[in-house]
Nanobody
Framework: QVQLVESGGGAVQAGGSQRLSCAAS????????MGWFRQAPGKEREFVAA????????YYADSVKGRFTISRDEAKITVYLQMNSLQPEDTAVYYC???????????????????WGPGTQVTASS
């Protein structure tokens, strides 16, 4: 099994920045693609960003492209999400996820992921 724990959420003014971290533990050698999803009240969980096991390929939702950056540190078995120019519509619970296999064209599909963190709240206010 793999355990994921997010950190770094909180409140920020619109236009500000935050950096989320997701630390993995357990059978981490089984992890391939890691991603971030978010869910706002009354809405479905949506894809934000993902990064492959080698770290050489990244994927972003159109709504965050150019503002958010995903990266991973294999030594620390941690994935990061740097969020810049945050807007009120970015307010949501952010979840870290991991899959045992290369997600490929299904990288934005929540059901493709095997492990999930409990989530961390991000609130951007105007």
């Amino acid at each position: 099994q793999v355990q994921l724990v997010e950190s770094g959420g909180g409140a920020v003014q619109a236009g500000g920045s935050q950096r989320l971290s997701c630390a993995a533990s357990g059978r981490t050698f089984t992890i391939n693609t890691m991603g971030w999803f978010r869910q706002a009240p009354g809405k479905e969980r949506e894809f934000v960003a993902a990064i492959t096991g080698s770290g050489d390929t990244t994927y972003y939702a159109d709504s965050v492209k150019g503002r958010f950056t995903i990266s991973r540190d294999e030594a620390k078995i941690t994935v990061y999400l740097q969020m810049n120019s945050l807007q009120p519509e970015d307010t949501a619970v952010y979840y870290c996820a991991a899959t045992r296999y290369y997600a490929g064209s299904s990288v934005a599909t929540p059901s493709r992921y095997d492990y999930w963190g409990p989530g961390t709240q991000v609130t951007a206010s105007s």
